[in-house]
C-alpha cells in the first residue's frame, strides 16, 4: 500500500531548453529536476547529440576516433594558427550549483597556443604545456546559468613560427553531477517519488506540514495515525559521483522511548538513532564514497500513548536534505 499519495514534481530527466542569457544562441542542459550524474562521452555519433555544445564556425571542435579514453570516440579542437582560437562551449542550468567532470589531453605548448577552460568568460583552469597522457578534472559548477568554456588559443605574432605541438586539445567522459536538495517547499517533492525518487513504506502518510520547519515554510513528517508495533520509512536511492559526496539533513525529534524511536541508515546500516524529545531542530551530517547509496529515514511506534504521558508531540518531522558533491 502507498504511504505517501500527493502529487509529485515531473518525473527527472534530461532536457534541452532555450537560453535567454549567453551572447550567441545556446541550448541548455536543464539539470533542474535531474537526480543523477548525466554523462556525454560523444559516443552518439555527433558533437552535440547528447549535451548541446556549440562551437567556433570557422575553426571547429569534431570528433575523433584515433586518441580516446574508452569508447570509440573524443571531441578534439581545431588545430589553431597565430591569433585564432577553438572554442566548444556548453551551458548548464541548475537549481544549486553541482560538478563537471571531464578527461583532457592537452598538446599546446607556450609561446605557440595554451588551452583555457573558462566559467562565464573567466579563466578557472588551463595548460601552457602538452600532457602525454588524459588527465581527469573537475570543475564546480554554481547555481542558475553558466556557460563552460574549452579554449585553444594562439596568440598573435608567432606565424612564421613552428610550434613542436598540433596546438590542440581532446576532450571525453563529460558528466555533471548537480547538488541535490529536497525542502518540501510549496508542498511538493523535487525528487519526485516512486522508483526514481523518494520512497514511503510501511504504515501511514507522511503529510507536508507548514507547523514546523527549519527553512522556508513547510517540512515532512511522520505518519500521525500509527499504532503500537508499527513503522513507517522514507528511502531515496543515489549514486555519489566520482569523488563522492556529503549528505546532511535537519530533523525535529519529539520520539521519546518507550513509546517511540527515529533512525537513519545508510545502506541499512544505522547512523542515528534517538530516543528522546528535541524542541529545536538538529543536522545531520555525513559523508558517501562514490558509487550507489540506499538512504533511509524510520520511524517506529513502540507502544501507544495513554492520555498525557508521551513527553512530545509522537513523530518526527524532516527538512533540508542536502546531497552536495565532495570537492576534493
Known sequence: TPAFKLTASPTPGLKLTPSPTPAFKLTAIDARLITHEITDGFE?????????????????????????????????????ASG?????????????????????????KMPHSGCYINLDGLSKKGFTFPKE?????????????????FRVWSPNGFGNSVSPVSNTIGLDNVSFMPNLKEDF??????????????QFTGNGMWEFD???SHEGEVSLRTPKTLKAGQWTSMKFEVIAPRRGADIDFYYLC?????????MFKIDGEIKLVETRVFNEWQEYFSTL???KHELEWKYFKERNDNGNSHPGKGGVWIDDIRIINAKG
Not at 597522457?133 to 568554456?149: A, K, Q, S, Y
Not at 519529539?254 to 527515529?262: I, T, V
Open 289 to 291: 564514497a562514490p558509487g
Open 133 to 149: 597522457d588524459w588527465i581527469n578534472m573537475m570543475l564546480p559548477i554554481p547555481e542558475g546559468n553558466p556557460v563552460v568554456t
Open 210 to 212: 507548514m507547523t514546523e
Open 84 to 108: 585564432e582560437s577553438s572554442d566548444l562551449q556548453v551551458e548548464i542550468q541548475s537549481n544549486y550549483g553541482g560538478t563537471l567532470y571531464f578527461s583532457i589531453k592537452s598538446d599546446v
Open 185 to 198: 517547499e510549496g508542498g511538493k517533492l523535487a525528487w519526485g517519488d516512486g522508483e526514481t525518487g523518494l
Open 254 to 262: 519529539q520520539a521519546q522511548m518507550p513509546f517511540d524511536k527515529f
Open 44 to 80: 552518439d555519433g555527433g558533437l552535440s547529440a547528447k549535451f548541446p555544445w556549440h562551437t567556433t564556425e570557422d575553426v571547429p571542435w569534431t570528433l575523433v576516433s584515433d586518441d580516446k579514453t574508452e569508447g570509440r570516440y573524443s571531441a578534439r579542437s581545431h588545430p589553431v
